[in-house]
């Protein structure tokens, strides 16, 4: 049974790691969040098509990764 959800773990985290990468980024330059990046803030807007698929996947997946870790921590 440990062997089943280590592999199952390690599943999970190689596909969460390529969900997270391809995810694109919301800032040009680190200077954005110095100079004029307040608007971005709070002017987010919904994601949607592609983006939407990705934040929701990478959610799912970090339930999966949690739900795993507490039972091979309960197991061992």
């Known amino acids: 049974m440990y062997d089943i959800l280590l592999t199952a773990m390690l599943i999970v985290s190689v596909l969460m790691i390529i969900v997270i990468?391809?995810?694109?980024?919301?800032?040009?330059?680190?200077?954005?969040?110095?100079?004029?990046?307040?608007?971005?803030?709070?002017?987010?807007?919904?994601?949607r098509g592609f983006e939407a698929v990705l934040q929701k996947t990478t959610v799912v997946l970090a339930i999966f990764f949690f739900g795993l870790a507490i039972a091979i921590a309960y197991i061992i």
């Open 21 to 47: 990468a391809m995810q694109p980024t919301k800032t040009n330059s680190a200077s954005n969040a110095f100079l004029g990046g307040a608007t971005q803030l709070f002017g987010r807007q919904k994601a």
